[in-house]
């Protein structure tokens, strides 16, 4: 079964550091673009970063650029999210996707449930 | 930046049809991605490449793409569509990703 379960969530105070993780299965992890897109509590989808299947190319919306970092590692079939300096708009629910098509850079087929972060003091 | 416009929501009765739009600057020259979210789940997709259904999805649903807008079509909508629907692309480069405000279907 194809599958993405992410942890590493929680509560974190303003400026903080958390680091996310999301652990692939059922796939050829490392022949995928992989995505995080978040969901503020009551708002809509915000994409957040993008990165290749190499991990040479990194992509991140201007909201986290300088502050988060995306990275994988090909070994344990796993996707993390670094975030630094934490601000309470980026709490949120956060999901890791896959994105459908080995020569796509968006359009994401495959989603995990999500890992919540609640950034406040 | 780069934004989708999508209405906030659409309200249809049991066996009409509803339809989400999307527009955007870009969309005649990128691809877009429809995503269907229901409370406490992870999003969908259910359509891609503007009109492709993905795997499972019923084919009452369906996309359209005219210009810079492109179109979500529900027909004969029925109790469990009611959702929030977003739409996806990316600008001219392809890489940064957008989505859609999001709209939220009613069914009366």
């Known amino acids: 079964e194809v599958q993405l379960v992410e942890s590493g969530g929680g509560l974190v105070k303003p400026g903080g550091s958390l680091r996310l993780s999301c652990a692939a299965s059922?796939?050829?992890?490392?022949?995928?673009?992989m995505n995080w897109v978040r969901q503020a509590p009551g708002k809509g989808l915000e994409w957040v970063a993008s990165?290749?299947?190499?991990?040479?190319?990194?992509y991140y919306a201007d909201s986290v650029k300088g502050r988060f970092t995306i990275s994988r590692d090909s070994a344990k079939n796993s996707l993390y999210l670094q975030m630094n300096s934490l601000r309470a708009e980026d709490t949120g629910l956060y999901f890791c996707?896959?994105?459908?098509?080995?020569?796509?850079?968006?359009?994401?087929?495959?989603w995990g449930q999500g890992t919540s972060v609640t950034v406040s003091s | 930046s780069y934004e989708l416009t999508q209405p906030p929501s659409v309200s249809v009765s049991p066996g009409q049809t509803a339809r989400i739009t999307c527009s955007g600057d870009?969309?005649?020259?990128?691809?877009v991605y429809w995503y269907q979210q229901k409370p406490g789940q992870a999003p969908v997709l259910v359509i891609y490449?503007?009109?492709e259904r993905s795997s499972g999805i019923p084919e009452r649903i369906s996309g359209s793409s005219s210009g810079t807008t492109v179109t979500l079509t529900i027909s004969g909508v029925q109790a469990e569509d009611e959702a929030d629907y977003y739409c996806?692309?990316?600008?001219?480069?392809?890489?940064?990703?957008?989505f859609g405000g999001g709209t939220k279907l009613t069914v009366l």
């Open positions: 059922g796939f050829n992890f490392n022949t995928y673009y």
């Open positions: 490449k503007d009109s």
């Open positions: 990165l290749s299947s190499g991990g040479r190319d990194h």
């Open positions: 996806q692309s990316a600008d001219s480069s392809g890489f940064r990703v957008v």
């Open positions: 996707a896959r994105t459908q098509g080995h020569y796509d850079t968006f359009g994401y087929d495959v």
């Open positions: 870009e969309l005649s020259k990128q691809y």
